[in-house]
Structure formats: structure tokens, C-alpha cells
């Protein structure tokens, strides 16, 4: 028996109250949940608004799941349709079975969709998504620890993973964790990728294709360790040739999009600038164009009607007042003149 393991679930199915819930799948949901929040971040961060990644992930996921699912389905078509299968089982996603390399191929394809009914380049998304995505593998991997599948060689390393039952006809004992491996991978390859997308300004999809170099980098050599059954070509298996030459794929494309198109783009989402200058100072917004002044507080307004009608009680109460002293003036310098004029008529009668 060995000192340390890691010990596998005794079930793979969670329990919210009533309701069951696989592991597998819980982990897949916790993934994506992920994956749109920081890519929704990463978005804003970059001048998009903010809600257009989920938006676009509701094409993107779905298509994505489907082509995860087929990728499987295709490669390992015997464990459906060779004798003694049943077919049904291909549509039990719940049970285990997305191929990475399918899931990306057909999300692209969903994400496209999404993008082009927004007016959005599909580079600038993806290479806002790219770490979350890397995040959301790291979590969906550990749905295969639920399922008690996917682990590499026999071992005896401390870390060693503990099956306890199998599907594929294999003694329990203890394994290299080859999900852990994958998952610990991909966290660093999330970290690789914030890191070079700051320090490198990475745009118009190189930063996504540097998370495909990165994953595909470490998927060759975990691929490697696995036993669990799979075509193989040339002695490599099947998924190890397509972790070489997606890699290749990908180093080509940021080395090809470095040349011709240096820097990142200006705008990711056309109109998102002028949304975020719609909120003006002061409270003040535009409407059509136009600068429309927010009403005043009800409070102010009334203090401020108040002051105005003071001011005017003031202002006619002067005018009063200098009307009245311009007549007494005018009394004053009339009574002057009616004394003159009575002193002369009176010396004239006596004369």
C-alpha cells in the first residue's frame, strides 16, 4: 500500500438537494462560467462592452460541446459502434468523452457566428477569450478524476492517483494523474498568456494562437504517458500528431501575423468608444448628439425658485423707491419757481 496517493471519489455524481448532478458535467459548467468571466474582463479591458463575450458564447459553447463530442465519437468510434455497443451512448456527453482539438475547431466556428452578427473581428475575441479558455480546461480536466478515467502508467511517486474501479477492464491500483498534469498545464499556460498579452501589446489572434503553441506543447508529452486505448500512427498516438502539428500550425501563424500585422488593434468593437463617452460629468448625458443637462434635485430646484422670486421682490421694491424719490424731487424744484412767480405778481400790484 502506498504512504501518499491521491484517493479517487468514491461517485461521480454530486448531489444539489435533490437534483443529481456528474461531476463531469459540474466541472464543464464551472469551466465555462469561468471562461466568460474573465474573458468578459479581458474584453472591457481591451474597449469592448461589457456582456459581448457571453453573448458570443452562446454560440460558441454549444458549438463547441458538439464538436468536442464528435471529435470523440470519430476517433474512438469503436466504443460505440463496434458489436455488443450501443450507438445511443455516442449522445451521453454527461458520461465523459470531449476531444479539445473538436471542441476548439467547431467553438471557432460558433464564436464566428456570434462575432460576425456583432460586427466583430474574430482574432480580437479570441485572444480575449484565450486564457479563460485555458482556465476552463484546467477545471473541466478534473471531471476525468471524476470519472475515474484518462490516467497515464503504473507508479509509485507519492502523487500517484488511486483508481479504485474501471471501465476499460484495467486493475485498481495507482497511476500518474495525467489529468492533474494537464490541469496544472493549462493554469500555466492561462498565466503564460495574461503575461505576454501585457508585456507584447499580442493582437489580431496572436495571443490565442500563442495558448494553442503552449497547450499543444504540453499535451504532446502528457498524450505520451497515457494508457488508456487509442489509434496510434507511426507509433505516436493519434492525438500526439495533432498536438505536433497544430503547434506548428500556430508558431507559424504568430511568426506570419507578427510581420504583416504588428501591434494590437485600436478598436475591438465598433461603437463601444462612443458608448463610454455617452456618460458625460456632472451627471450630464447625450441623447443623439445632443448634451441634455440632468434634472436639477427637487430640493435645489425649489431653493433656487425661491431665491429667484426674492431677487425680483427686491429689484421692484428699488424701483419703487426711486420712482418715489425722482417725484420728490420734482416737487421740490416746482415750488421754487410757484414762490417766484407769486413774489412778482405781488410787487406788480403794488407798483
Known amino acids: 500500500m502506498e504512504l501518499a496517493y491521491i484517493p479517487s471519489p468514491s461517485r461521480g455524481v454530486l448531489y444539489l438537494g435533490p437534483i443529481p448532478l456528474r461531476g463531469y458535467a459540474f466541472c464543464i459548467i464551472i469551466g465555462v462560467f469561468v471562461a466568460v468571466w474573465l474573458g468578459n474582463k479581458r474584453w472591457i479591458a481591451r474597449g469592448g462592452r461589457a456582456g459581448t463575450v457571453a453573448d458570443i458564447a452562446v454560440w460558441a459553447v454549444p458549438f463547441g ?29 454527461w458520461e465523459g468523452g470531449l476531444g479539445i482539438w473538436g471542441a476548439i475547431a467547431l467553438g471557432a466556428v460558433g464564436a464566428w457566428i456570434g462575432c460576425r452578427r456583432r460586427g466583430i473581428a474574430l482574432p480580437a475575441y479570441a485572444d480575449a477569450i484565450a486564457p479563460g479558455i485555458a482556465l476552463a480546461q484546467a477545471i473541466g480536466r478534473w471531471g476525468n478524476w471524476f470519472n475515474q478515467e484518462l490516467y497515464g502508467k503504473a507508479t509509485d511517486l507519492p502523487w500517484a492517483l488511486h483508481i479504485t474501479s474501471s471501465t476499460d477492464g484495467r486493475m485498481p491500483g495507482y497511476y500518474h494523474p495525467t489529468f492533474l498534469y494537464e ?10 498568456v495574461i503575461w505576454a498579452d501585457r508585456r507584447f501589446k499580442l ?3 496572436r495571443a490565442f494562437a500563442l495558448y494553442v503553441a503552449a497547450y499543444c506543447a504540453g499535451r504532446g508529452w502528457i498524450e505520451y504517458m497515457r494508457i488508456d486505448d487509442a489509434h496510434h500512427v507511426l507509433g505516436l498516438r493519434l492525438n500526439v500528431w495533432t498536438a505536433i502539428v497544430v503547434f506548428v500550425l500556430a508558431v507559424t501563424y504568430i511568426v506570419v501575423s507578427a510581420k504583416k500585422r504588428p501591434g494590437r488593434e485600436e478598436i475591438v468593437e465598433p461603437g463601444a468608444a462612443e458608448d463610454g463617452s455617452d456618460a458625460g460629468t456632472d451627471g450630464e448625458t447625450k441623447t443623439d448628439g445632443e448634451p441634455v443637462k440632468s434634472e436639477e434635485p427637487a430640493d435645489a430646484k425649489a431653493e433656487s425658485d425661491a431665491e429667484s422670486e426674492s431677487g425680483t421682490e427686491v429689484a421692484l421694491k428699488d424701483e419703487e423707491k426711486s420712482e418715489a424719490a425722482d417725484e420728490a424731487a420734482d416737487d421740490t424744484a416746482d415750488k421754487p419757481a410757484d414762490k417766484t412767480a407769486d413774489e412778482t405778481e405781488s410787487a406788480g400790484k403794488k407798483s
Do not use: M, N, P, Q
Open 65 to 93: 460541446l458538439v464538436g468536442g463530442r464528435l471529435y470523440h465519437v470519430i476517433t474512438d468510434y469503436e466504443l460505440y459502434f463496434s458489436e455488443g455497443r450501443d450507438w445511443v451512448d455516442a449522445f451521453k456527453v
Open 183 to 192: 490541469s496544472l498545464w493549462c493554469v500555466g499556460v492561462a498565466l503564460l
Open 203 to 205: 493582437g489580431h489572434g
